[in-house]
Structure formats: C-alpha cells, structure tokens
Antibody, heavy 113, light 108 residues
C-alpha cells in the first residue's frame, strides 16, 4: 500500500521558517515526482513545486520562488518542503502528493505572532 | 502559466446525474485528474487519464474530455458524494501542476 506520511502541525511566528517532511512507502521513491500543494483556509488547492527524487531537480511556482526549497533524501524515501520568511497569509494546510495521485494527510501550518 | 476554470458550486438531487466541468488550455494537451475532498480530509483521487478509476472508487464516477474542457460525471449521485471536487492537469511545460478553483457539490 502506498503511503505518504507528513510531519505534524506547526505554529510559527512571522519571518521564521518551517520545514515539513513527507515520508513515502509502498513504491519506488525515485520513480515519481513529489509535488507540494498549499490549501489556505476555505480556499482551493495551489501548486507550490515539485522534486524529481531521482536527480533532485526542482521546479517552483512563481508565487513561492525565492522562499521555497524542496529537497529529497533518497535513503530515507522522504521529501521535504521548506518555506522561509513566513507571513500570516502562509497559514494553510500543506500537502505532499506523488505524481500518480497519492497524497499525504496534510500538515497545518499556523503563522501567528 | 495555464489556468483551469471550474464552477464554484453545483447541486444535484439524490440519485440524479451531475456533470462537473473544468476548462483550460492545458486540457488540449493533457488529461485532467479529478480529486474529491471532504471537509478536514486530504484530496482523494477519483479519475485519472482518459477515464480511469483507482481501486475503490465507485463506477458511478466517470471522466471525459473534449477540446479544452474536461468533465467529471457522477451517475446516480449519493449523499456521500457531497464534497469539493478539484480538477488538476499539467501545465504546458509538462511538469508543473495546475488546479482549478474547485467545485462544491451539494446533494439535495
């Protein structure tokens, strides 16, 4: 069974950094891109970026460029998404998803002073 | 980048058929993927490719496409189908994802 298991909820202050993990199992980690998706409260899904675990190549949405970094640890079959210079409007649930449509359970990030 | 457009809300009477649509240029190049999302839960894949359902998705869910429009059809909607439905496709570069704004389905 394919599973993507994300790290737990985070409470952060504005200007700080959050790093979320996404541990995968049940498939060959290198075979599929991992995508990260943001869902603000009451809003739709917004694509943030992706990583090809096979070679580490990344692509980022323009809106997050400069603040986002996605990495992958092949030995741990885990992807990470780091978002810097957090703003109140970054309060959202963040999901990782495999290329073929398996999703993590989501990680709530709350940015509050 | 490409955009996908969905109606914000659609309603259907219990047991009737409903079509949820998604429009965008990238759909001329790539099939849409459809996700169902219930409150407080992660999205769940319901349709991918030309018209494929993952294991466990009822056969009342089907997908189709024509030119720049993809459709998700629920034939004989059930109360448990009430949810948000999100369409997703690749951007024109073939790698980035793009999402529609989501459609809230109400089953009356």
């Amino acid at each position: 069974e394919v599973q993507l298991l994300q790290s737990g909820a985070e409470l952060k202050k504005p200007g700080t950094t959050v790093k979320i993990s996404c541990h995968t199992s049940g498939y060959t980690f290198n075979d599929q891109y991992i995508h990260w998706v943001q869902q603000a409260p009451g809003k739709g899904l917004e694509w943030m970026g992706l990583i090809d675990p096979d070679d580490g190549e990344t692509m980022y949405a323009d809106r997050f460029q400069g603040r986002i970094s996605i990495t992958a640890d092949r030995s741990a079959e885990t992807a990470y998404m780091e978002l810097t210079r957090l703003r109140f409007e970054d309060t959202a649930v963040y999901y990782c998803a495999s290329q073929v449509g398996h999703w993590g359970q989501g990680t709530l990030v709350t940015v509050s002073s | 980048s490409s955009e996908l457009t969905q109606d914000p809300a659609v309603s259907v009477a219990l047991g009737q058929t409903v079509r949820i649509t998604c429009q965008g240029h990238s759909l001329r190049l790539y099939y849409a993927t459809w996700y169902q999302q219930k409150p407080g839960q992660a999205p769940v894949l319901v349709i991918f490719g030309k018209n494929n359902r993952p294991s466990g998705i009822p056969d009342r869910f089907s997908g189709s496409s024509s030119e720049d429009t993809a459709s998700l059809t629920i034939t004989g909607a059930q109360a448990e189908d009430e949810a948000d439905y999100h369409c997703n496709s690749r951007d024109s570069d073939g790698a980035r994802w793009v999402f529609g704004g989501g459609t809230r389905l109400t089953v009356l």
